[in-house]
């Protein structure tokens, strides 16, 4: 019990030190893909703890909400991984949350995020809280949906259980049902990353920016610490992604084996996520924030089809 | 025995209070500062009585009667509590107290007017009516606090009636009230037809003895009355207009005591009366439920006004509400005993959830009116810095509003979709399952939209810059508002980090309906099979998440030393930041307004004052939402009514001989019928 409960800690640390290593491979992908050779790999570790060393700027009008919100994103998303499956089938938390849980807390993040863009009084701010509450909003049935699709085949909303489950089921290559909803979910996942088509995470100061502009107000530590907690969130995100679609691999033993071999291929599955999305960002263009509905609608839509199909099985 | 007379003599002094607090302060409004402490201490006391009573009731799960006066042969004004009303009255005691906390401060507002001993009777008045109505257990003494409780909290509506828009808020409320109440009416004469009796001891299990169609014809009718009361849509009219433009310590009072009293109500029929009815009924009740959700906070989410936006998140949580109540309805007749008392448990932590947190934000509300003279939050900002204690307040209500962790929101919020997630799970029958995960995505967007609101409401007046001279020079409100607003902020916490506490209240009515038990502690357990379970714990997680931030606090402060900044305006490309710049309260709900205006019927007016052709001197810029339901079913429906009324007036004549023959004939028909 002491053991898994150490583990656990580790398993946290590992994920927060290997989520900066994932934006750097997506950006590098991204850097070749468009011929360029881009920076390297460690670059976002350099990035944050060049800002972690920063003295800050804050605005005058700005209360104690921008000086404790990268920390309670910090903490609120260390919290969801600590209720997460990564290397190791039961995640320390695994008893007290589940998938509910999980939501809520990403719920929490963006609520301080979205309440302190509104700390500086700027106009940049106000836009990208607005926008980003109003698409997340309806980003979450997308999200609820896509869930049911997958535990349908589960009967339970425990991460732990579900994975353990997910990995014994048969899996049939043409079981549409499924790939439905893996679609539904990666394109939640790339709202919720803030990635194209939904939004593009590389420009500052462009109208059409959702996620990034509610940021523009933090500098210095404080950047530095949220920066982190949004690749962890990234990686966190992913992690979900993996577990609810290409389970194997996951230790389900508790031994040093099994553990190591956890460590590799989750390591590669999260790459690979990566990778997947940095093709699609390239592939594709920003579209319009009005436009940003019809696609949240059509993974609903993907997923309602998931729903029926695994009812009528 | 002793028990009894124990109760009994708590509940006579806390009414003695009561009435006491509804008279004297009247009589005493001279002494303006008197009469209000008077009439608060008066609600203090007696809340807190009938707080020991209904909590004591619920522990030892015993039962409290006593009959106070025989009307009629077998009209009988007597109070009955089991465990369901002590719950309700648990929640009207609590509330009370806090109440007359917050009001004592609050209420020297209207010192100037010289009205403070008035709104301090009503107070009184309006508790004693709730008491009244979760209290008596007979249809006509029902009726008749049912009609009390309304006119009481008409009188706290129409408080300042000297403005145009509070007498209409007023009227509506009002007229919406009593013609949903005939439905009441109706429901209780047919279950006197079948019963031959007033009591509702005799309606209990009733149902076995209705024919079908009937026993669905009475529930609707009590769903109709007592969903008019609770706000749902689309009878929701009323609530939006009327709940903003009371006093704000009677409005917290009543969103958090008197809509909840329906809820009462309608378990009391549904589940006691009515027992175990066909699966349809729990799914309509679901629909209705859902609807009022998703209708309550979207319109609530384009409100600029604090209150109005209060009053229509009520109506979404009413949905929320209704959507548990029509699940364990729906659970109980397909025999599913652990969902059910699942679902109910989510309902009746739900209704405590919602009498805190809304009760809470109504205060905070009523602090920012009371400092700025505003609830508008276009003309508000920065309040963060002058009222740092209202801003935290808000903060929490607003959180748990939005059911965010670790705030009591999110527990009923968990257990609500935990059941209707094993709704989808499993319940029989596809249509079912996908009905069940419609819903629980209309609940997720709903409480995103909450959140939304919240954000808009909380970022556009307490952050940033004041916008008007209001919000400049506003202060923070006096103690006892804080008291009032502190206590309900850590009630809040407490409910949210120890699900345990609630559950042992709930559990003692849950297992009157339900044999399955939802277990609680530091945990809320839910054991769906003696196998599978699924627990949560808001407070372990919290715990983690504090020793997490203080870990990571510390970590960056030993590696990095104290944090440095130095304060700048913010960037406004070399101009100077005027509150003007400003994100505003419109374009911020605006994307909702833009994304759904094919649903709220969105019309937009703008108008150019032209004087060059290119650059216009003013522009006019006009929204609204006339909402479908208002323009096309409640206009025209008015429009018939009072054709119908001008064909009924001519009864009326004035004629002095015509009224005179009027009694005449009604006093002959009497007699005939009575013969």
Redo the contacts between chains.
Sequence with gaps: MIKQLLFGLVQLLIVLLFAPLVQGMIKKTKARLQNRIGADFVQPYRDIFKY??K?????????W?T?TTP??C???T??VG??IPTLYVKAP?G????I??I???F??V??FL??T???????F???G???E?????????A???AV?SV??SV????VGDIVSTLIQLDWDLFDYGHWLSCLAFLIVIIAETGRIPYDNPDTHLELTMLHEAMML?YS??YWG?LQWAILLKQTILFSMFVNLFIPWGIAVEFTAEALLLGLAVYVVKIIAVGVLLACIETAYAKIR??KI?KLLASS?ALS?LA??LQ??K | METADLYLSLFQVSLLCFIAGGILPALMNGKQKFANTFANGCSFVGGSLITIIAGRLLIFQDEFAVTAWRMMSNIVLKVHFDTLAALFLLVIGVMSIVCSLYAQGYATKYYEKGVAGYLGALMNIFTLSLIGVVGVDSSVTFLIFWEFMALSSFCLVMFEHEQAKVRSGGYMYLIMTHVCGVFLSFAFLILYVYTGSLEFVDYKNVGAILPETVKSVVFFFFFIGFGAKMGLFPINVWLPRAYPVAPSSATALMSSAMIKTAVYAFLRVSFDFLGTGPAWWGITVMVVGTVSAIVGIMLGVIQNDIKRFLAYSSVENMGIICVGIGASLYFQSVDQVVLGALAMTATLYHVFNHSVFKSLLFMGAGAVLKATGTCDVSKL??L??RMPWTAAAF?VGG?SL????PFNG?MS??AL??SL?HM???CEG?AV??FA?LV???L??S???A??A???H???AF???PRSEGAVSAKEVNRSMRLGMGLLSILSLVLGLYPGGVVALTNAVTSRYFPAKIGGDM?LYVPFTPQ?S?????G??GI??AL??FG??LC?RL??GK??????????CGSV?V?K????AT??????L??FHGVLGLSRKVTVEKEYEYYPKRIHHALDISARVGDNVYKPSIGILVQVFKRIKIIQSGNLQAYLSYMVAALILTLLWSR
């Design positions: 972690l060393r003295d800050a700027v804050l605005a005058k009008d700005a209360s909400l000086r920390y309670i910090f903490a609120a260390l919290c600590l209720l938390l008893m007290t949350g589940d509910i849980v939501i809520y807390l719920a929490v963006r609520f979205a309440i863009a509104l700390d500086a009084g700027s106009a701010g106000g836009m809280s607005s926008r509450m109003v698409m997340s909003a309806i980003c979450e049935p999200l609820l949906l049911i535990l349908l009967g339970t909303t425990n107000e210095g530590r610490v924030i009005f509905p609903i309602m729903i029926v009812i009528a | 900002g920065g963060i810095h903060l959180m939005a059911s965010l962790p999110f919020e968990w979709l935990q997630f989808i799970f499993d596809g399952k996908l995960a629980v995505a209309i997720g967007f409480g995103a939209l959140a939304v919240v954000v808009k909380f970022g556009i952050l940033a810059k945990m599978v699924q627990n949560v714990s808001v372990l997680i983690v998440f997490l931030l990571v606090f960056i590696n990095y944090s440095a900044y130095v304060l700048q305006d913010t960037w406004t930041h509150p710049m400003e994100y505003t374009s911020y709900s605006h994307p909702i833009r994304i």
